[in-house]
């Protein structure tokens, strides 16, 4: 394990410190939502709480993994010779990045077959991503960390795809007062999501030893922030606009 500064550490500590805290508080926020929108989105934000649910529980063993890799004592800090396991990310990212694509699919509200087929596609797509990005992530080298990264990008670039073409005409199809809400989720989605890549190819530009640690661990959870909790408050926002339409509509056609 590379040595960080004394500087680089406490960063680290408390960046996981915080996503921890933030990622539980997101998680009771939107259970205890559910009853402020309609039943037909409660799904939907269950399952935005179970993402950042998942997340809590890892970011606590990253916090504990990166506690136990260094001791700092006196202002110096040293390798304990139990190695930090950077793996619970990934098994994280196994099980909230596709969740992260079927919310978004939820809360849009699309026809079964549709919901069926785009959650199917796309969920398998991310977890493909997620796997063929592991193997470079713990590559000794960068070639290695390269060819594994290409081939990461394949899956993405269809997600992305499918995120712009794929649910284009379908946002048209939501309430007024939601669409530009959905846009932004989408737009939040690729954005964050891209940010990742963007770290995973920090060694190329010559980043080594805790300089590379750090900012790797700095960039995902900076991410992982933005496309889980930050997506959560936005999926919410939506079932709530949504859930207001369809009740006023409803009233119209009662009155009818």
Not at 57 to 76: C, M, P, Q, V
Not at 113 to 140: D, F, Q, W
């Amino acid at each position: 394990m590379d040595i960080v500064t004394p500087f680089q550490f406490a960063l680290v500590y408390n960046a996981f410190s915080f996503t921890f805290a933030t990622m539980a508080a997101a998680t009771l926020f939107l259970w205890l939502s559910r009853s402020q929108v309609s039943s037909a989105y409660r799904t939907a934000l269950t399952i935005s709480g179970l993402v950042t649910a998942i997340a809590a529980y890892h970011y606590l063993r990253i916090f504990e993994s990166w506690n136990a890799a260094f001791t700092f004592k006196d202002g110096i800090v040293t390798a304990t010779g139990f190695a930090f396991n950077d793996a619970y990310r990934y098994v994280d990212w196994l099980l909230t990045v596709p969740l992260l694509l079927i919310e978004l699919i939820l809360v849009m509200r699309l026809s079964r077959e549709e919901t069926m087929s785009k959650s199917v596609r796309l969920g398998s797509a991310a977890a493909l991503m997620i796997v063929l990005g592991y193997p470079g992530e713990i590559a000794p080298d960068i070639a290695t960390r390269a060819v594994w990264g290409t081939l990461s990008a394949i899956p993405f670039v269809y997600i992305v795809w499918e995120l712009f073409r794929g649910l284009g005409d379908s946002i048209k199809q939501q309430p007024a007062n939601a669409q530009n809400l959905v846009r932004k989720a989408r737009l939040l989605t690729f954005a964050s999501w891209g940010f990742y890549p963007i770290v995973y190819m920090a060694p190329y530009v010559g980043l080594t030893g805790g300089t590379a640690t750090t900012t790797i661990q700095i960039g995902y959870t900076i991410a992982d922030i933005l496309a889980k909790a930050g997506l959560g408050v936005l999926i919410f926002l939506i079932a709530v606009r949504k859930s207001e339409a369809e009740a006023e509509s409803g009233h119209k056609a009662d009155a009818a």
